[in-house]
């Protein structure tokens, strides 16, 4: 065995696991359900990385306070259910492009550390979130967006699967996970269980098959 070989890992790169795309796990909290209309509020991102034994788990969180842009509104039923107060003292929102440089930068070293050609949203719901990332994305008039424009991971879809459950929270108690409802509705909140989520189902998915090189591969 060669020294090169002793080295290399026992376990496939993150630029090897999906198409050459990084799983970054995104929540936004927003004035609405209209991403055409309704302001962007929140937004956290986390992107995925590998312990040492090669499992997913959850990375860095970035996270950003918006402030809502001009001609965006923002329906007070929305900040009822979030509890967002906009007037906060502590909120320290920002700019829409001040925000998105902020969770981009985070995003963009975690896709050249992994060697990743551009990263994936994964969500709850992951295009609710995708396309207000996007309209907020086309405001600003931002050029250096590393998410993928339309593809995602939809955390409904594997945890209807895996679970039975489509309810962000009842998804993350069936994978044996803790709940509290009194932080759910935060950006930050949401996205760490949906990272968790996410990276247990993916680590629970056969082995052999995700590091099998003949698996079929994605067309």
């Known amino acids: 065995m060669t020294q090169t070989?002793?080295?290399?890992?026992?376990?496939?790169?993150?630029?090897?696991?999906?198409?050459?795309?990084?799983?970054v796990v995104v929540d936004v909290e927003t004035g609405g359900f209209d991403w055409n209309r309704h302001a962007l509020l929140e937004i956290a991102a986390i992107p995925?990385?590998?312990?040492?034994?090669?499992?997913?788990?959850?990375?860095?969180?970035?996270?950003?306070?918006?402030?809502?842009?001009?001609?965006?509104?923002?329906?007070?039923k929305s900040l009822e259910v979030?509890?967002?107060?906009?007037?906060?003292?502590?909120?320290?929102?920002?700019?829409?492009?001040?925000?998105?440089?902020?969770?981009?930068?985070?995003?963009r070293e975690a896709v050249?550390?992994?060697?990743?050609?551009?990263?994936?949203?994964?969500?709850?719901?992951?295009?609710?979130?995708?396309?207000?990332?996007?309209?907020?994305?086309?405001?600003?008039?931002?050029?250096?967006?590393?998410?993928?424009?339309?593809?995602?991971f939809d955390t409904v879809t594997l945890a209807g699967v895996a679970y039975g459950q489509t309810v962000l929270a009842r998804a993350v108690r069936a994978a044996g996970l803790e709940w509290n409802s009194e932080e759910a509705h935060s950006a930050v909140y949401d996205t760490e269980r949906t990272a968790q989520v996410f990276c247990r189902i993916a680590n629970a998915w056969p082995r052999a098959m995700a590091e099998s090189p003949t698996a079929p591969q994605p067309l």
């Open 112 to 152: 050249r550390r992994h060697e990743c050609q551009r990263a994936i949203l994964v969500g709850h719901n992951a295009h609710f979130d995708l396309h207000f990332l996007n309209a907020a994305v086309a405001r600003v008039g931002h050029k250096r967006n590393p998410f993928h424009p339309f593809s995602v």
């Open 5 to 23: 070989d002793t080295a290399a890992p026992a376990f496939r790169r993150m630029s090897e696991r999906f198409r050459g795309y990084l799983p």
């Open 48 to 76: 995925l990385e590998l312990d040492d034994a090669g499992e997913l788990v959850p990375g860095e969180v970035a996270s950003a306070h918006v402030i809502p842009a001009p001609g965006t509104e923002i329906d007070p």
């Open 82 to 107: 979030t509890g967002i107060d906009l007037d906060h003292p502590f909120r320290f929102a920002k700019p829409e492009r001040e925000a998105l440089d902020h969770i981009f930068a985070a995003v």
